[in-house]
């Protein structure tokens, strides 16, 4: 069975050593409480958590998957359900939820590594609690106080699970052209019927109830995205009392046979009339659905870096045991017929490049979440605009950039197993169909590219970029007494310096072709990424300056690694980006 030990230490270094995350805490009234010793007790217990119930459950629920029966119900794998129930009573779905309604009120920062580890451990099951905590973000900020009542306090204990109900058979990335309709009933509920597909838990034993968050239109909708509202739509009815009534107008039509997260049912839900209640404004849902999507594109990305993170520590523990080649260098091993092959420099490029793909990501969730705690609950709302402005320009970022690296990651992860990677027993290969998922759902990397390039950049003619780049120079100019930083610093200044020139190539070329932003913004958002990663990468190497301790060294190592084999990718996604849209669309469609 494959390993995994909660990376405590490179957590709670990010969190206290390089983001002073206490002293943050400390300022904002809602989070005081947090003290470091909490958190870390939070992280300790979290750790515990999934590594001895999820982990254990992971590759069974991959081999068994979810199975329909009775015509609709559907079987989670054997141990979720109970799994998911000691979960709820120890408080994991409520960590980061609106004390106000049984939620803990945990800051997101903290959150994001728990996530992070709930993916390392069992994929699949995260679905559950993650997708529930979407709702609730959802419903704690746009439904009625009665709304809120009634459903917010069972969501958070896990008596209940969410799910998010947007695609349709003919409309996933475009949901403009959705049919689903609601009409309203006299009562002020109303009747929502259409068909939902990929849904996410859309059916399943953990709870016995399912609250969907749903997208429909309105009779009297205007065309396109601006006419689509959001419902809340329980597969059970809710009796006067709170407890869980007869079955509503909504039914799983089948689940969906898949690559991977077996363990996850992916399912088509027919509404036939069934009852709901608006969220929010009518013909407002997609702006109040995207306070969930935002809140999921980020935990997906977690998807991404959390399979990495357990990919690569079985690829490190394989590479230690198996004896393959002599070392370059003469044996290290002449008691035995072979060296480990952790000797050999490619086996180390793989690891390092896993390593330092997953530390420079663990960064920057946590930076994420720490833009989302102080937008939320700064006192200053100058502070919050613009972290909140740092949150609409890093989640796209995040979601496609943990989740490419986190696939190239399990792939890198099984290449070192060999062959051994490839079959089921090392659990390698799970953790490759896994990850795919993640570049595809919650908006595909594409989408999430164009919104980086196209909302987040060309909308604002590249302030928000630009007003990053600032800080980021800004913090390395205050950085000059410190030692470790001079192999970094240079190399820096020119990844910010391709940022800003492929910013700005990219907003002129927009301005002359209206292909330009769709047709570049892949190469834009991995160059984004890229020079975040060493923008952080410079900040953790700052943040262990004048230490000489094991963590400290492989920090500086790893971070020069990146800096010099990985980092330079950036100058060639910047050559691309110059070299134009123009010959991609040449092509008529005819000739493909
Ligand atoms: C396992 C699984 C679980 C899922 N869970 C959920 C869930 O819980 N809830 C839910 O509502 N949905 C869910 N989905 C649906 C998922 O979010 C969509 O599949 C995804 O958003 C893409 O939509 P689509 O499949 O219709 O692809 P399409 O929209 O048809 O896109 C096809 C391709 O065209 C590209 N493309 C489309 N439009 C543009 C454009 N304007 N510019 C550039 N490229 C474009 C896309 O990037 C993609 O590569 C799930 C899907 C799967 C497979």
């Known amino acids: 069975m494959p390993v995994y030990k909660a990376p405590l230490e490179d957590m709670r270094f990010v969190l206290n050593d390089v983001f002073g995350a206490p002293e943050i805490w400390a300022r904002m009234p809602q989070m005081s409480e947090v003290t470091r010793d909490l958190a870390d007790a939070v992280l300790e217990e979290?750790?515990?958590?999934?590594?001895?119930?999820?982990?254990?459950?992971?590759?069974?629920?991959?081999?068994?998957?979810?199975?329909?029966?009775?015509?609709?119900?559907?079987r989670t794998p054997d141990g979720f359900r109970d799994a998911f129930r000691t979960f709820a009573e120890n408080g994991w779905t409520s960590l980061a939820g609106n004390p106000e309604y049984g939620g803990q009120g945990m800051p997101k920062m903290l959150s994001v590594l728990f996530e992070e580890m709930l993916h390392s451990t069992n994929t699949a099951?995260?679905?559950?609690?993650?997708?529930?905590?979407?709702?609730?973000?959802?419903?704690?900020?746009?439904?009625?106080?009665?709304?809120?009542?009634?459903?917010?306090?069972?969501?958070?204990?896990?008596?209940?699970?969410?799910?998010?109900?947007?695609?349709?058979?003919?409309?996933?990335?475009?949901?403009?052209?959705?049919?689903?309709?609601?009409?309203?009933?006299?009562d002020g509920s109303y009747s929502i019927t259409g068909t939902k597909i990929f849904i996410t838990g859309g059916e399943h034993d953990l709870t016995d109830n399912i609250i969907h968050l749903v997208l429909a239109k309105l009779p009297d909708a205007p065309a396109g995205s601006k006419g689509i509202s959001l419902f809340l739509v329980p597969r059970n009815h809710v009796n006067e009392d709170g407890s869980t009534g007869e079955r509503n107008g909504v039914e799983c039509g089948s689940i969906e046979e898949k690559m991977g997260i077996h363990g996850s049912p992916t399912c088509v839900l027919n509404f036939d009339g069934a009852r709901g209640w608006l969220v929010g404004e009518p013909h407002q849902g997609l702006p109040a659905m995207f306070t969930m999507m935002n809140y999921e594109r980020l935990s997906i990305g977690l998807q991404g870096l959390g399979l990495g993170e357990v990919s690569y520590q079985n690829a490190v523990d394989y590479a230690r045991e198996r004896l393959q080649g002599r070392s370059a260098n003469g044996p290290v091993n002449p008691e035995g017929n072979a060296d480990p092959i952790i000797v050999h420099g490619d086996v180390r490029r793989m690891l390092l490049t896993m390593r330092a793909f997953n530390q420079g990501g663990r960064a920057l969730s946590?930076?994420?979440?720490?833009?989302?705690?102080?937008?939320?609950?700064?006192?200053?709302?100058?502070?919050?605009?613009?972290?909140?402005?740092?949150?609409?320009?890093?989640?796209?970022?995040?979601?496609?950039?943990?989740?490419?690296?986190?696939?190239?990651?399990?792939?890198?992860?099984?290449?070192?197993?060999?062959?051994?990677?490839?079959?089921?027993?090392?659990?390698?290969?799970?953790?490759?169909?896994?990850?795919?998922?993640?570049?595809?759902?919650?908006?595909?990397?594409?989408?999430?590219?164009?919104?980086?390039?196209?909302?987040?950049v060309a909308r604002n003619q590249g302030a928000w970029v630009r007003d990053f780049l600032a800080d980021a120079r800004g913090w390395l100019a205050e950085q000059k007494d410190v030692q470790g930083m001079e192999p970094v610093r240079a190399p820096l200044e020119t990844a910010l310096q391709w940022l800003e020139e492929a910013t700005e190539s990219l907003l002129a070329q927009a301005g002359e072709n209206p292909d330009a932003t769709n047709a570049l913004a892949v190469e834009y958002l991995d160059l984004f990424g890229l020079v975040t990663y060493a923008w952080l990468w410079a900040r953790m190497i700052a943040a262990v300056d004048g230490r000489d301790d094991d963590f400290a060294r492989g920090k500086?190592?790893?971070?020069?690694?990146?800096?010099?084999?990985?980092?330079?990718?950036g100058e060639s996604l910047l050559a691309q980006i110059r070299a134009g849209s123009a010959t991609t669309m040449e092509l008529d469609a005819e000739a493909f």
């Open 125 to 186: 099951f995260a679905l559950y609690p993650i997708l529930t905590n979407g709702a609730t973000l959802c419903l704690d900020a746009h439904a009625s106080e009665e709304l809120k009542e009634r459903f917010l306090p069972k969501l958070y204990s896990g008596e209940w699970c969410g799910t998010m109900c947007l695609t349709e058979p003919h409309c996933g990335t475009d949901l403009g052209i959705m049919r689903t309709r609601a009409e309203p009933n006299e």
């Open 46 to 74: 979290a750790a515990r958590t999934t590594e001895g119930l999820l982990l254990p459950l992971n590759q069974r629920g991959d081999e068994q998957g979810c199975r329909r029966e009775d015509g609709t119900s559907v």
């Open 366 to 456: 946590s930076w994420v979440g720490m833009q989302l705690d102080i937008a939320k609950f700064h006192e200053d709302a100058e502070a919050r605009e613009k972290a909140a402005q740092r949150v609409a320009l890093f989640t796209p970022v995040a979601k496609a950039f943990f989740t490419d690296r986190g696939l190239d990651t399990c792939v890198i992860g099984q290449q070192v197993f060999g062959g051994h990677g490839y079959v089921r027993e090392w659990g390698m290969e799970q953790y490759v169909r896994d990850a795919r998922i993640a570049q595809i759902y919650e908006g595909t990397n594409g989408i999430q590219a164009l919104d980086l390039a196209g909302r987040k």
């Open 556 to 569: 500086r190592i790893t971070g020069r690694f990146f800096y010099e084999r990985l980092l330079p990718r």
